[in-house]
């Protein structure tokens, strides 16, 4: 499955921020998708500092072993991929 345009997931972003937390599970998962996105665009950098923050506040915040965790380290990982760090 493709990401959804960054435009979009930056809207669904801000409407979920309005009542959730930064870390919360549908949050992270957006947060994640809009990294990826931003990878995918050719916004390397752009992309690579998004993830960078999901990660540190998913390990600060949840730990980890949490799932959000998780999947915001496997967001990480694809990024990197993405724009050649790894």
Do not use: W
């Amino acid at each position: 499955m493709s990401p959804a345009p960054s435009h979009e997931l930056s809207l669904r972003l801000i409407e979920l921020l309005e009542h959730a937390e930064p870390t919360d599970p549908e949050v992270v998962e957006v947060r994640s998708q809009l990294a990826e996105a931003a990878a995918a665009e050719g916004r390397g950098e752009d992309a690579v500092y998004q993830v960078d923050e999901l990660v540190k506040d998913t390990l600060r915040e949840l730990g980890p072993e949490h799932d959000s965790t998780r999947r915001a380290i496997a967001a990480r990982d694809a990024v990197e991929r993405a724009v050649g760090i790894v």
